[in-house]
């Protein structure tokens, strides 16, 4: 048979899914019952209606209603308040999609007061729903206008003093100026907007026995130590302080100090002469001990620290940007002696900051665009020193993650040059890494009151992959620090060794579980991600005394500032906690090797400072681990390879992740890369 006389197969005929209540009724087929009406309610002229209700559900709809049934309990327990119908949802969501963020959308439900209620009426307060108002019900209302109201507020003032201070939106201050300039419709354009109106917020000048000791005219005696002393003890101060924490354009400190030792008393404020004797106190010492110290014993660095501590009364009176940097120098030298008074300077210097309005982006005319730039620089000063002393003494910071300036960039540094031992970029990469060391501390570190908060391990390993991005992403200039031109040569070393210190933070715990409570990891999965840490821990431990050793052989490091020697004695209690796990092998060398090249790099240091406490204690626990004997020499001992390393059996991959981190790169080693994409 021919295919043309084959007989043609017929089209399936599609069952209707659902029929209408009136073919039901007459059991008959039911077309195209949706969207309705279907053929024989639109021949009878009847009401064709589907019951949904009715319908035979099938496995598949009911595994559907299940998911749909959690997904509304979810969204009930995030949004209480909520009506979860579809017109709420869709324009909740069309909400999101246009960039708003709400945390608890407005409902049918909600209720505010009248503004027509009477408090004095006597009788309870009556409260009337959305739709009263005129609202459409289930609908989430923003409040653009609002924000645009509080964007185009004053946010300066001007104090007896002439200098402007900040003002937030929910102060007194900020209403008061709001309800004056509600007169004027057109205010002047002579006038600042971003300054609140005069009569807001005047401040008069106290008289009588409260006028400040600024203002009171007694004759100020200075001692200043010789001219040429001066200027190595400052040098010093631009080439081992100022690197790293930045205060003064070079040029205007050198021009007052000019103005100052030529007999110019209009340069001898207390500020300046506070700032100058705190960096004779920091360096005096040192530089005694270089010269022969003859001229410098009869002004000792306690006696500059006693003359600078004299001037902070004044400093608190005037609080303005000169008192800043006062406040840190002064927290500078007592950040190894005294630590509750650097503390307390630091978070001195972080209040007033607040009170100028440094953590504020926003230009404006009463501030020009070079100094709030130049404002900006010192904030991330003040930025960094808090945290240092922070973690240094395990005090919660005065300056949280949130008050990092978002977007922070230095557009000054194309004008004017931070100076010859400070890089372009550094700043500004030196407070993102701050503000990672702030989030870490605040993820992992807990108080005793905090109570049960449950910490997660995708949350470290977050902030891990942050710090891996925010090396991999440094600009070129401050990748190798050990290529870094002789100027520069400090200020990138200690960044790298910041971004080191940073990982300790984030792993030393792992460390510390995994070294001294291996068995409390009772899934296999998670001991593991724990060991792959401590190792990170570790390694990150052995970079630093890398960079460290590099800096001794060129004459980078330092014992002015308490950074280096913190750096050091952090190594060397990651090294002593792998000596405690009866571990001595790690890299094919005996850790404790490199626990005593920590010690070498202490002892080669200026005793001046902090640094001579220091390295007592490390000593004395060097002693105690029999890493050293009475003569302080180290105690040799055979290394033998098939020890365990941490409680964890040797295995292949072991000594190529430990070999690897036997070299340092311009960005992250070998050793962290592989053990990172372990770990995922």
């Not at 119908?85 to 708003?100: I, K």
């Not at 989430?140 to 206008?145: A, M, Q």
Request: charged content about 20%; overall charge neutral.
């Amino acid at each position: 048979m021919s295919p043309r006389d084959k007989p043609k197969e017929r089209p399936a005929q599609k069952r209707s899914p659902m029929s209408c209540e009136r073919c039901k009724s007459r059991k008959t087929k039911c077309v195209d019952p949706l969207p309705g009406p279907c053929q024989l309610c639109v021949n009878t002229g009847s009401v064709c209606r589907v019951d949904m209700s009715r319908r035979r559900q099938r496995p598949y709809y009911q595994v559907s209603e299940e998911q749909f049934q959690y997904m509304t309990k979810a969204l009930n327990h995030f949004m209480p308040n909520m009506t979860l119908d579809l017109p709420s949802l869709r324009s909740f969501v069309s909400t999101l999609n246009d960039g708003s963020s709400h945390d608890r959308p407005e409902t049918a439900s909600s209720k505010v007061v009248s503004p027509a209620t009477s408090i004095s009426s006597g009788g309870t307060r009556p409260s009337i729903s959305t739709s009263e108002t005129g609202l459409v019900p289930n609908t989430v209302v923003s409040l653009d206008e609002i924000d645009k109201i509080q964007g185009r507020a004053s946010w300066l003032r001007v104090d007896s003093a002439g200098n402007h201070r900040y003002v937030g939106g929910e102060g007194t201050y900020a209403f008061h100026s709001a309800v004056q300039s509600a007169k004027a419709r057109q205010p002047s354009s002579s006038i600042d907007p971003d300054l609140l109106s005069t009569g807001a917020a005047q401040s008069t000048v106290p008289s009588g026995n409260m006028t400040p000791t600024a203002s009171v005219s007694t004759p100020r005696r200075i001692y200043l130590p010789r001219r040429d002393l001066c200027n190595k003890s400052v040098t010093r101060f631009f080439q081992d302080i100022h690197s790293v924490y930045w205060l003064f354009a070079v040029e205007s400190f050198q021009a007052s100090l000019d103005s100052l030792y030529s007999g110019d008393m209009r340069s001898a404020t207390p500020s300046m002469l506070c700032s100058l004797y705190s960096i004779l106190a920091m360096t005096c010492e040192s530089e005694g001990k270089m010269y022969g110290g003859a001229n410098v014993a009869t002004s000792p660095p306690s006696r500059y620290l006693a003359l600078a501590k004299e001037m902070t009364p004044e400093l608190y009176d005037k609080a303005d940007i000169d008192s800043i940097r006062a406040l840190c120098l002064l927290a500078m030298v007592h950040q190894s002696s005294c630590p509750d008074q650097a503390y307390l300077y630091i978070g001195s210097a972080a209040r007033i900051a607040y009170t100028l309005g440094l953590h504020i982006k926003k230009e404006t005319h009463a501030r020009p665009m070079f100094q709030r730039q130049l404002e900006l620089r010192i904030f991330c000063t003040i930025y960094l020193l808090d945290m240092d002393i922070a973690l240094t003494h395990g005090y919660p910071p005065a300056l949280s993650e949130a008050d990092a300036i978002k977007d922070l960039h230095l557009t000054t540094e194309q004008i004017l040059c931070p100076g010859s031992n400070i890089p372009p970029g550094y700043q500004v990469v030196a407070s993102q890494l701050s503000q990672l060391s702030r989030r870490i501390s605040a993820l992992l570190y807990i108080t005793p009151d905090s109570g049960g908060r449950t910490r997660f391990l995708a949350d470290v390993m977050g902030c891990v992959s942050t710090l891996h991005t925010w090396m991999d992403d440094l600009p070129l200039p401050l990748r190798n620090c050990k290529d870094a031109t002789q100027c520069h040569g400090r200020s990138i070393a200690i960044l790298h060794l910041r971004y080191y210190s940073t990982m300790i933070l984030a792993t030393r715990p792992f460390l510390l579980h995994t070294a001294l409570g291996p068995g409390e990891s009772g899934i296999e999965a998670k001991r593991k991600t724990f060991q792959d840490l401590a190792m990170l821990c570790i390694d990150a431990a052995s970079q630093s005394l890398d960079i460290l050793q590099h800096m001794q052989v060129n004459g980078l490091i330092s014992s002015l500032v308490s950074l280096d020697a913190t750096f050091l004695i952090e190594d060397i209690q990651v090294f002593l906690l792998v000596v405690s796990a009866n571990t001595k092998r790690e890299s094919g060398l005996d850790v404790s090797h490199k626990a005593y090249a920590c010690l070498e790099i202490l002892q080669s240091m200026e005793q001046v400072q902090g640094v001579k406490s220091t390295l007592d204690k490390a000593l004395a626990q060097l002693r105690e681990y029999g890493i050293i004997d009475a003569s302080n020499g180290l105690v040799r001992k055979e290394p033998t390879r098939d020890q365990l390393f941490l409680g964890m059996e040797s295995t292949q991959a072991l000594p190529l992740y430990l070999n690897a981190a036997a070299t340092i790169g311009p960005g992250l080693s070998d050793f962290h890369r592989l053990i990172f994409e372990k770990l995922h």
